[in-house]
């Protein structure tokens, strides 16, 4: 029985110093892995620190600064003209205009014509993870040509302010230059083209109502040779101011007519050559009145009222052209008031160092993030091994 008890003692301290042989080996190989997986980390990170401080290549960054001023604020001596609606809006409107048209394909083209800015980013001089690949395509140009101009506006006071990146300090002073000179082109071009589209289109319908008043004034002179007269207004006036005196003589020998039938004989030679005299004068007042009234166009009724409508027409025609006329000085001075300038508050100069990348910044930040990486991982792996173990 005691030989029994001594043999199973041996047993279990026998199983005991096992296990613990095995814990030990247990640890030193988890220990030995982490400095293993730790050793990656640290392979990474020496190799960005190499790549940050050998290899990189500079960039610099040129800053300028502008904002878009339109005449119209110092114009306050020129009337204001609701006839000719205003062009674009306030400055805000202006600024984000442009910052817009400054990241646009049409910028980069014209960049890209000026300074070859695809040579400048695609050379080899740089290094292969900044530069851009020399098969990029359209998109992929305009991509890193925005990734490497920036534009941002304050919203107080609508200032645009420029940062572009070059690989060298004068290429980015050129770049930011070419930028400010091609946005004022734009924005008095589209400031303008507003308003010379609306000076042709009044300039049209200046020429349309030159013609109408031409038109009329021939027809006015073709009426008056036709029918030979002047005036036939005064003309008209001149025939009943004739027949209202020739009626007036009329009243006047029939009165006299009665009073000498009173007391002479029908046949008296005074009687007869007042009654003559009568009928000459109603014989003359029938003609004259039908000269009103007759039938036809020959009627002083019918071409006073043919040289009204004539003049009438002539009339129009002149009102309207020199309300035209006065509408188009008015989009004259619009056009003026419509001028934009960009002034530049910085003018962009030649950086004296390199601001990117921020070396130093960035590798901090990976040597973070990789411990981050690192220490997840590592709780992630014990947790697993943890749960094998139960």
Known sequence: MKQTLAKFRAAVADRMQGNTVAGAYSVAVGARARAISYRWVLVIFGVFVFYNLFWVSNRYVTETSAYVKSTNENTSIL???????????????????????????????????????????????????????????????????????SVAVEPESNILTIKSQGFTAEFSKAVAAAVVKQAEVYINSVSQKIALQEITFVEQELARARGAVSDSRSAVLAFQTTNELLDPVATGAAVQAVVNSMQGDLVRLEAEEKVLTSYLQKDAAELVSVRDRIAGIQNQLAQERDKFAGQGDQSINQVNARFEELSLSFEFAMDIYKGTLQTLEQARVESYRKLKHLVVVQSPQVPDSALLPRKFYNLATLFVILNLIYGIAAMVIATIREHRDV
């Open 79 to 149: 009337p204001t003209i609701p006839l000719v609606p205003g062009g674009l809006g306030g400055a805000s409107q202006d600024a984000l205009l442009l910052k817009s048209y400054i990241h646009s394909a049409d910028m980069l083209a014209v960049l890209n014509a000026d300074l070859d800015l695809r040579s400048h980013y695609t050379s080899r001089e740089w290094d292969f993870f900044s530069r851009m690949t020399a098969d990029a395509s359209e998109e992929d140009f305009l991509t890193y040509y925005r990734q490497h101009l």
